[in-house]
């Protein structure tokens, strides 16, 4: 977990420096709101990092459905059950739940382009 998180914090100063952003296909197969079970180590040791970051702050789970019926029910229920499914995973990891909020988006087009992915 550990080597697999310091690649993605070097990647993230090149591509979005000021948040954590991860692909859901870390923690989701597609179209499942259930965490992997090798993922579920991998939310927890996120969960921890948060908290030795910013132990006072609010923590802010937002998980982004690419979609382009904004209406869809079930995105915005896929996307609610991931970002419930994390933030649970925060907590079993020492976050104080009144510190976890979540947040569920639908989105058009992805959040963040990785000139690197293959196109």
Known sequence: VQEVLAEHYIRRLELHP??????????????????????????????????RRAPWSRILITAYVSTP??????????????????????????VEPRRVMIESLLVDSPILIDPDDDP
């Open 18 to 51: 000021n948040r954590d952003i991860f692909p859901a296909d870390w923690f989701f197969e597609t179209d499942h709101s259930e965490l992997l079970p090798q993922s579920v180590v991998l939310a927890q040791e996120v969960g921890r990092l948060a908290q």
């Open 69 to 94: 019926d904004k209406n869809s029910t079930y995105a915005q229920y896929l996307s609610k059950k991931r970002a419930q499914q994390i933030a649970l995973e925060f907590v079993h990891a020492g």
